[in-house]
């Protein structure tokens, strides 16, 4: 039998966390013969390694011809934000069951994306499971240690400044790497209704009256929902001033709450005043996206431990976690 054209000029399209579309060209002499595609994908940090025969490794993608291009999807649980290589190889299946089989294409590489909404908005319902009951609070608070204050006093103009969130949480979470913002904390405690005295992050806390961050010119996006093996459950929640360069950014990719009625973390009138509650039975870290003024709150050392163990920087997602886990790339 005539021997197959190797593939060539592969094209990468449609790129999302977890599917990607791929063509390519071959000889029209080979378009009726093809039966069957084998698609060789590895991570970026394996492209060394070598080629497989498709019976030995049954991992790899064998297809049924289809027109060009197609979509991969669910072949593979593809992880966001993470580099691939491909190559593909034609075949065309003979009547004693064996494959006759084109040479290899070129290799070439990709970029899988971030979570979409429809994604984050998985997790979200994941994370409204367990939130469980709201409890008020009035203040929100940043742990540091004492030199990050004096910093933000001396060379910073009073100003706590925003900075890049780091790789903490789910790998695919688009806040990652690109989102800027100070980040605070409210949890209570439950007995006392207050901050908690420990903190993973320093012995100094910065506390700023609620409705400072968030009122109702404020929006309040979903970002995350993750835990580190442990049994604490972490959301991020993102506050940002309407129309500021931050909602700007989260109005494309996170989910929108509405601030007085949500599961997670609300804003309120009663009885003429502003009154703020958090979700009991998730750790909240929030993002806020402006610099924020430290003569609008108050600065002093707590009386805790500095509990390290909990301390969710850099952080990597449990990807075995049914509880905080969806079925896409993790």
């Known amino acids: 039998m005539e021997l197959l054209s190797t593939p060539h000029s592969i094209e990468i399209n ?18 009726e013969r093809v039966t069957h595609y084998f698609i060789d994908l590895n991570k970026k940090e394996n492209k060394n390694s070598n080629k497989f025969k498709h019976r030995d490794v049954p991992t790899k993608l064998v297809a049924k011809a289809v027109p060009l291009p197609m979509t991969v999807r669910g072949h593979w649980f593809l992880s966001p934000r ?33 979570y979409a909404k429809e994604h984050l908005a998985q997790l979200q319902e994941k994370a409204e499971q367990i939130a469980g009951r709201m409890l008020r609070f009035s203040v929100f608070y940043r742990n540091h240690h004492k030199e990050y204050f004096q910093h933000a006093r ?19 979470s688009p806040t990652s ?10 949890n209570t405690e439950f007995n006392t209704g207050q901050p908690p005295q420990d903190s993973p992050y320093g012995r100094w806390r910065f506390q700023i009256p609620a409705q400072r961050l968030f009122n109702p010119s404020t929006n309040l996006y979903f970002a995350d929902f993750y835990c580190m093996y442990t049994a604490y459950h972490y959301a991020i929640l993102v506050l940002a001033p309407k129309g500021s360069l931050g909602d700007r950014f989260c109005r494309d990719r996170l989910p929108l709450l509405d601030i007085a009625c949500n599961k997670f973390l609300t804003c309120s009138v009663e009885d ?8 009991q039975d998730v750790i909240l870290e929030i993002i806020y996206t402006e610099p924020v003024d430290l003569s609008l709150g108050t600065l002093g050392e707590i009386s805790g431990h500095q509990l390290m163990s909990l301390s969710t920087a850099d952080a990597k997602k449990d990807p075995s976690c049914k509880t905080c886990n969806i079925s896409v790339g993790r």
């Open 82 to 114: 993470t580099e691939y290589s491909v190559a593909v190889q034609t075949a065309v299946k003979q009547s004693d069951g064996e494959y006759l089989v084109s040479g290899w294409s070129e290799t070439v590489e990709f970029c899988t994306g971030d």
């Open 177 to 186: 790497g690109m989102l800027h913002g100070v980040f605070f904390s409210c």
């Open 272 to 279: 003429g005043e502003l009154v703020f509650r958090h979700a």
């Open 14 to 31: 449609n790129i999302t966390c977890d599917s990607f579309r791929i063509s390519w060209t071959m000889e029209d002499s080979d378009l």
């Open 154 to 172: 001396t060379h910073c103009g009073n100003m706590l400044q925003p900075y890049l969130k780091d790789n903490s949480g789910s790998h695919g």
